[in-house]
């Protein structure tokens, strides 16, 4: 395995992975993709910037997105299974005028997540098998110095100061049981 590998997976990818293997009783595998043209070169930046009004960027953004994927799945021979997710990891943000640091394609079982955050990748993951931002749980730990409280990985807006818990909450936990269980 690649160090650059070891330490992504280490600072976004095992924060979750055991949990979301035991909520589903499924093994979770993170496989890395590199150097793969319409892939990893993927314009993502480029779209803020086209399209200003959030519908068509995230329509365009969604569609142009499923066209790569759909040509690395062909190329790979590779058949759409519905437990695979496309994760495109990015530096910065999705949109920087926005400061959208994330974006989940349920549907289409892709997502876009940035480093910028320890929790992202766990948080559109999330939302590609289920989970949802109201199921979010807020804790006051009393072992935490900060007055606002932990979050679980769903949390949006986190006040400045919020501390992240490092886990799905309950409701979530359930709500991707729900979901996974209904996959092949
Ligand atoms: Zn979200």
């Keep these: ?42 314009d993502y930046l480029s779209y803020a910037t086209r399209y200003p009004n959030l519908d068509d960027y995230i329509g365009l953004i969604s569609a142009d997105i499923n066209h790569a994927v759909d040509a690395y799945r062909a190329a790979q021979q590779r ?14 943000y999705l949109s920087p005028a926005q400061g959208v640091e994330g974006l989940a394609l349920q549907e289409s079982n892709i997502a876009f997540a940035t480093t ?23 804790y006051v730990d009393p072992e935490q ?16 100061g919020t501390c992240a818990r490092f886990r799905y909450s309950d409701e979530n936990r359930g709500n991707i049981r729900n979901y996974v269980s209904q996959l092949d």
Excluded: Q, W
């Design 145 to 160: 110095f900060s007055s606002h409280g932990c979050a679980t990985f769903m949390a949006t807006e986190r006040k400045e």
């Design 116 to 138: 910028l955050g320890r929790t992202v990748v766990a948080h559109e993951i999330g939302h590609c098998f289920g989970a949802t931002h109201a199921a979010t749980s807020y």
């Design 79 to 92: 058949t759409a299974k519905a437990t695979d997710i496309y994760l495109i990891l990015i530096d910065g």
């Design 1 to 42: 395995m690649l160090k650059n590998e070891e330490h992504l997976k280490g600072m976004f990818f095992t924060l979750f992975t055991p949990e979301l293997s035991d909520i589903t009783k499924r093994p979770v595998n993170v496989e890395f993709i590199y150097d793969t043209p319409g892939m990893t070169d993927f």
